[in-house]
């Protein structure tokens, strides 16, 4: 197993978007100094770019349903009386 990140396993929380990207850019640097195998770098980007994708999928579906409120109470207001 790769001890090169044991110093910081915690990596904090993955719930946001700039959250995965800085944990990429960490493991970034870690490949580009040698302290991280790349095979080893390679698999953690692609953890955190599945990551990405759900939270990417979350922020989209929290827009559709805003905006289907938005729209029905557009559709009230166009359809209420004077």
Do not use: F
Request: net charge positive.
């Amino acid at each position: 197993m790769d001890k090169s990140l044991e110093t910081k396993q915690n990596t904090g929380r993955l719930d946001r978007l700039s959250s995965v990207r800085q944990e990429m850019a960490r493991i970034y640097r870690k490949v580009k100094s040698g302290k991280l195998e790349p095979e080893s770098g390679t698999k953690r980007v692609y953890i955190l770019k599945e990551i990405r994708a759900c939270i990417e999928a979350e922020i989209g579906e929290r827009l559709e349903e805003r905006l289907v409120k938005v729209q029905e109470l557009m559709g009230k207001r166009v359809g209420s009386p004077s």
